[in-house]
C-alpha cells in the first residue's frame, strides 16, 4: 500500500487537506473514500471550531511511538473526575484517518474535552490530524522505530510525530516524556507552555518506587507540583507509568486535585492484548502482548518478563515486528539481542525474520538449545506446549497480522 503522493491539489484539497492522506489501495468502498468521507471530514472539522469558540471544548491530541493508546484511556478517566459527563474519547482501535472525524462528531455542547489519539503512519497525516483539530494540549510519548516503512527513519519519525508539539500555539501545552531524549528535544521547538514527565529528579510529574506487585499490578509513587500520592495500576508492566504520569499532567493543567488524579488512574482496567497476564489451570502465567510489536515495546515487555519470572522459567515467544522498512533486520537482531541479555531463559521466534532474531540472540550468549524458530505460529504450537508448567512464565508479542492471540487463547486453556 503507497501513499498517494501524485494526487491532484484540487483532490487532495476534497479528500480532507491539501495534504496526501488518502493512500492508494485502501480497501474501501470508492463512494465512501471519494465522497462521503470527504465530507464527513469537513462536517466535523467546523462543528469541532464551533464548539471550541462557543462553548470553549479543550483538545488533547497523544501521539508518540508507543503508549499512545493506554494515554488516552488514561488521560481520559483522569478527566472525567472534574468533567463525568463531559469528556469524549476515541474508542475503536481504526484507522485514525476516520476515527477522528467520527469521534469528533460524538461531541455536544456540554462536552468539556475531546481526548483524541493522532497515530501516525505516513508522512502528512499529522498535517491532517492538526487541520481537523487545534489541540490545547499536546502529549508526546516517545519517538522510536515504528512505521519507518513509510516514515524512512527515526528522524522521519520524530519529524512527523514532533509536528504536533511545533504546531501548539503559545496559548497551549506541550506535554513531554523527559526519560526520552528525542522527545526532550522538541521543549525549545515550540511555543506552547511545557510540562515534561518522568522518572528524574527535576521532571515536572515525577515516578519512583516503581514496583511489580505479586497479584500482577503496577505500584509507584507520583510526585506533582504540590502533592504526591501512592498509585496502583490494574496494569501489568512499568512502561505504563510512563502513561499514568502523562494523564496526570493533564489532570494538573485542568486543576484536578490529587486524589481525584488517583481515582482516575487507578480505575483504568487492563487494555485487550496489552500485557495482559493470565495464570493457567497447571499454574504458569501467560502475558498477553499480542496487540502489536515494536523494538520498543518489545524490550519493555522483555523486561517485564524478567521481572515477573524472577524464580521461574522465563519464556519469550517473539513474533515479527512489521513497518520498520530499512530497520527490519537491525530491529529484530536488536530484541534478539535484549532477550539474551536481559535472562530470558528460552526463545521462540516466529516468522519470516525469526532466523534473524534467533542468531542474534545466540551470538548474545543464549545457547543453541534454548532458541527455536518457526515459520508460523501453529508450527510452535507443540514445542510451546512440552514447556508449560507451573514454573513457566510465557510472554506472547508480536504484530497484530500473526495472530498470537490465538496462540494465547490456546495455551490458556491448558
Known amino acids: 500500500m503507497g501513499e498517494a503522493k501524485n494526487i491532484p491539489n484540487i483532490l487532495r484539497w476534497w479528500v480532507g487537506s491539501k495534504f496526501p492522506i488518502v493512500r492508494i489501495g485502501e480497501p474501501m468502498n470508492p463512494v465512501k473514500k471519494w465522497f462521503f468521507h470527504p465530507i464527513k471530514r469537513r462536517i466535523a472539522k467546523y462543528y469541532l471550531v464551533f464548539l471550541q469558540n462557543i462553548f470553549g471544548l479543550k483538545v488533547i491530541g497523544i501521539t508518540g511511538s508507543v503508549?499512545?493508546?493506554?494515554?488516552?484511556?488514561?488521560?481520559?478517566?483522569?478527566?472525567?473526575?472534574?468533567?463525568?459527563?463531559?469528556?469524549?474519547?476515541?474508542?475503536?482501535?481504526?484507522?485514525?484517518?476516520?476515527?477522528?472525524?467520527?469521534?469528533?462528531?460524538?461531541?455536544?455542547?456540554?462536552?468539556?474535552?475531546?481526548?483524541?489519539?493522532?497515530?501516525?503512519?505516513?508522512?502528512?497525516?499529522?498535517?491532517?490530524?492538526?487541520?481537523?483539530?487545534?489541540?490545547f494540549i499536546g502529549v508526546l510519548t516517545t519517538i522510536y522505530w515504528t512505521h519507518t516503512q513509510f516514515l524512512k527513519n527515526i528522524e522521519g519519525v520524530a519529524k512527523e510525530k514532533g509536528k504536533l508539539i511545533n504546531g501548539l500555539s503559545d496559548s497551549s501545552w506541550a506535554i513531554l516524556n523527559e526519560d526520552d531524549n528525542r522527545v526532550l528535544g522538541f521543549r525549545n521547538n515550540t511555543r506552547a507552555k511545557k510540562l515534561t514527565y518522568g522518572t528524574k529528579n527535576n521532571s515536572d510529574v515525577r515516578a519512583r518506587d516503581i514496583e511489580i506487585t505479586p497479584e500482577l499490578k503496577t505500584k509507584f509513587t507520583l510526585d506533582m507540583k504540590d502533592s504526591t500520592e501512592k498509585i496502583t495500576l490494574s496494569l501489568l508492566g512499568d512502561h505504563w507509568v510512563y502513561s499514568a504520569l502523562a494523564a496526570a499532567a493533564c489532570g494538573q493543567i485542568f486543576n484536578i486535585q490529587s486524589l481525584k488524579i488517583k481515582a482516575g488512574l487507578e480505575s483504568v482496567g487492563l487494555q485487550t492484548h496489552r500485557m495482559v497476564p493470565l495464570i493457567t489451570k497447571v499454574g504458569a502465567i501467560l502475558i498477553n502482548d499480542t496487540y502489536n510489536s515494536s523494538p520498543l515495546g518489545a524490550i519493555a515487555a522483555i523486561n517485564v518478563l524478567v521481572k515477573v519470572g524472577k524464580g521461574r522459567k522465563k519464556i519469550a515467544v517473539l513474533g515479527d515486528m512489521l513497518e520498520l522498512g530499512s530497520y527490519e533486520k537491525a530491529g529484530h537482531k536488536e530484541i534478539g539481542r535484549w532477550a539474551a541479555k536481559s535472562g530470558v531463559d528460552m526463545l521462540i521466534c516466529i516468522g519470516n525474520l525469526a532466523e534473524v532474531m534467533a542468531e542474534s540472540a545466540i551470538r548474545a550468549g543464549l545457547t543453541k538449545t534454548s532458541v527455536l524458530t518457526f515459520r508460523k505460529p501453529e508450527d510452535a504450537i507443540r514445542d510451546i506446549t512440552k514447556l508449560i508448567d507451573k514454573s513457566s512464565v510465557i510472554l506472547f508479542k508480536a504484530s497484530r497480522r500473526l495472530k498470537f492471540e490465538e496462540l494465547v487463547n490456546h495455551f490458556g486453556k491448558l
Open 67 to 135: 503508549g499512545k493508546t493506554t494515554t488516552k484511556e488514561m488521560v481520559s478517566s483522569v478527566l472525567t473526575q472534574k468533567y463525568p459527563k463531559g469528556v469524549v474519547w476515541s474508542h475503536a482501535n481504526i484507522d485514525t484517518t476516520y476515527n477522528i472525524p467520527t469521534t469528533i462528531l460524538k461531541c455536544s455542547p456540554k462536552t468539556r474535552v475531546l481526548v483524541l489519539e493522532m497515530g501516525i503512519e505516513y508522512p502528512g497525516e499529522m498535517e491532517f490530524y492538526l487541520w481537523l483539530a487545534t489541540p
